[in-house]
T-cell receptor
Framework: AQSVTQLGSHVSVSEGALVLLRCNYS??????LFWYVQYPNQGLQLLLK??????LVKGINGFEAEFKKSETSFHLTKPSAHMSDAAEYFC??????????FGAGTTVTVRA | NAGVTQTPKFRVLKTGQSMTLLCAQD?????MYWYRQDPGMGLRLIHY???????AKGEVPDGYNVSRLKKQNFLLGLESAAPSQTSVYFC????????????FGPGTRLTVT
């Protein structure tokens, strides 16, 4: 079964510093990969998705992710953190059907 | 467009009580989903529907039932609530299968005492 693993349940960064959230997937076939963000007391919102068109995917709010097949990874980055980036981030995968399988999530806190 | 809406936003139940959560979407999406979110476990799929009149089991379906009588609505029922069903429930919808974005509602926080 396909799955995703997010390394690190909590990440703390300083405002202006690089944000790096790690996601690895298990699959023998090319997957569809997603990053969602959840702000406090809200639903999930799509940040970006990989659908095999390009390995470097740009999303909203300055985030981007790179698909690396050799490493089975889809890490999320943002060059400069902003206070408004404090949220929980979920990596998710779809393979061969339409059901999303989510990672456990990474909570990001941003220090002033 | 309201997108995906959920009713109610909060609910407290006693063990053994029943309730229905309502999800509505105004995007004419074929696919709808119910997830539960628990700390440290991400979101897990309870049931889903690929069109009006159809439903299917997801990852954690036990103790829940669903119905999709109208395309825009997807109901999640708890016949006899248990404390293990204390969670935040999210509804989502998507246009189709594959790489299509799932749009999420704001969630329902359910506590079973």
């Amino acid at each position: 079964a396909q799955s995703v693993t997010q390394l690190g349940s909590h990440v703390s960064v300083s405002e202006g510093a690089l944000v790096l959230l790690r996601c690895n997937y298990s699959s023998s076939v090319p997957p569809y990969l997603f990053w969602y963000v959840q702000y406090p007391n809200q639903g999930l919102q799509l940040l970006l998705k990989y659908t095999s068109a390009a390995t470097l995917v740009k999303g909203i709010n300055g985030f981007e992710a790179e698909f690396k097949k050799s490493e089975t990874s889809f890490h999320l980055t943002k060059p400069s953190a902003h206070m408004s980036d404090a949220a929980e981030y979920f990596c998710a995968v779809i393979i061969n059907d339409y059901k999303l399988s989510f990672g456990a999530g990474t909570t990001v806190t941003v220090r002033a | 467009n309201a997108g995906v809406t959920q009713t109610p936003k909060f609910r407290v139940l006693k063990t053994g009580q029943s309730m229905t959560l309502l999800c509505a979407q105004d995007m004419n999406h074929e696919y709808m989903y119910w997830y539960r979110q628990d700390p440290g476990m991400g979101l897990r799929l309870i049931h889903y529907s690929v069109g009006e009149g159809t439903t299917a089991k997801g990852e954690v379906p036990d103790g829940y039932n669903v119905s999709r009588l109208k395309k825009q609505n997807f109901l999640l029922g708890l016949e006899s609530a248990a404390p293990s069903q204390t969670s935040v429930y999210f509804c989502a919808s998507s246009y189709s299968a594959g790489p299509y974005e799932q749009y999420f509602g704001p969630g329902t926080r359910l506590t079973v005492t």
